[in-house]
């Protein structure tokens, strides 16, 4: 096998990014300029939102996300235990309490049907998250949450462009969150895009990215002016820099391009597989729209955790990036010292768990990289099976 790596994830730069982040440094404006405004309203507009708030991260995001609802200490937030950690996190920020309910195991969403259980006097908030980008029941996830009259916060963060019975991952939520971290489906370096229809939201939110000041007029009139040494609640420096903003906005235009080229990764992935009965595809449904944030697959229940974490060290073995995506988040040692979470609770997200693989994926990955890729994975497969028999 030849050995240069294939890596489980890359960013895609071009001639246009680099050159309008050079463009944007050469201006002499490097925070809270035009670029971030331009990126702000591609990402709302792509989403079909109103108001989009540029932050430092996506984790930054859903933390002022939930600031500007009022989350706080006694309240509740009904999520899912698998996600990337910083879904749950950014709960733990606001001193509000994670409430975990288990997923539906074909979307790997929170199961729609087991949040009413889950709801108490204390419920403020509902956080679900588009697992790897698939938007499938989001629909009926935000009819439960307007049925109880509970906020929805939807965690986007790994379904730019992706859309369920033709409406856009972000407008599912009361509010909606972003990331642009290198792996995600376009980057920004570091950062996030907070989107909403709630107009006095995305004022909190702009107010609590930039260290509690007032708005500036709608004018954008620069805030150095009168209103820099305001403050008037309790902010952060959550903000996105004006060459993070450059970057974003040269991805946001060519963002249709980039989705095609990831279907095309994804279909190459899927027509390798598909004949493989120890493998488990991606189900996305036919009225969904996905843009694959990452291509994971998962082995059947004949393969333990044990035998799956020896296939993704044997891929790496070959230099092929792979990863467990995600572990359950209940199951963090400091969520399990916390809240005393035991295994065996939440059965469908820890059977998924258990035996998922993210394949490497990007932009640019070949047919033969796909086909490197399922080769080592065919033989590790083997290989692991033949040494439990
Ligand atoms: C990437 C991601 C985030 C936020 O990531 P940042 O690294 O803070 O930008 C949050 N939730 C999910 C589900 C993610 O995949």
């Given amino acids: ?65 939930m600031l500007a609802l009022g989350l706080g200490p006694g309240d509740e937030v009904i999520t899912t235990p698998f996600s990337f950690v910083a879904s749950a996190n950014s709960i733990l920020y606001t001193g509000a309490t994670p409430v975990f309910v288990d997923i539906d195991p074909t979307s790997l969403n929170i199961n729609a049907d087991l949040i009413e259980d889950a709801i108490t006097p204390n419920t403020r908030a509902i956080l679900a998250v588009e697992a790897f980008g698939n938007p499938l029941h989001m629909d009926r996830i935000a009819s439960v949450a307007a049925r109880h009259e509970i906020p929805l916060i939807e965690d986007c963060c790994e379904a730019l462009g992706c859309a369920h019975r033709g409406r856009p991952a972000g407008s599912f939520g009361r509010v909606g969150v972003f990331a642009f971290y290198p792996n995600k ?38 805030s150095e002016q009168g209103t820099w040494l305001e403050h008037e ?41 598909m004949d493989n009965s120890e493998i488990i595809l991606p189900t996305i449904a036919p009225e969904s729209l996905m843009t694959w944030f990452v291509f994971v697959v998962r082995l059947t229940t004949e393969y333990s955790q044990e035998d799956r974490d020896q296939v993704i060290r044997g891929l790496r073995a070959h230099d092929i990036g792979a990863a467990p995506y995600f572990p359950c988040i209940h199951l963090m040692p400091h969520y399990e010292e916390r809240f005393g979470v035991q295994a065996g609770r939440f059965p469908i997200a820890e059977r998924v768990s258990r035996r998922t693989i993210a394949l490497p994926f990007h932009n640019n990955l070949t047919q033969r990289d796909v086909d490197l890729v399922v080769q080592s994975l065919e033989l590790m497969l083997q290989r692991t099976s033949m040494g439990r028999d």
Avoid: W
Avoid at 34 to 63: I, K, N, W
Avoid at 189 to 207: H, P, Q
């Fill in 1 to 65: 096998m030849p050995h240069s790596e294939i890596p489980l994830s890359r960013p895609d730069i071009t001639a246009s990014e680099i050159e309008l982040v050079v463009q944007t440094l050469r201006s002499g404006r490097l925070a809270l300029g035009p670029r971030q405004d331009q990126f702000e309203s591609m990402v709302a507009t792509r989403a079909g939102c109103r108001y989009g708030v540029a932050v430092s991260s996506g984790t930054a995001g859903l933390h002022l996300a």
């Fill in 185 to 222: 489906q376009i980057t920004t370096g570091e950062g996030g895009v907070i989107v909403t229809d709630d107009e006095r939201l995305a004022e909190e939110c702009r107010s609590l990215r930039n260290h509690g000041r007032p708005i500036p007029s709608a004018t954008g009139a620069s």
């Fill in 233 to 273: 609640r309790l902010g952060f420096n959550y903000r996105m820099d004006e060459l993070s903003a450059a970057l974003g906005v040269a991805q946001m235009d060519r963002l249709d391009d980039i989705i095609q080229m990831r279907q095309s990764v994804a279909n190459m992935y899927m027509t390798r597989l």
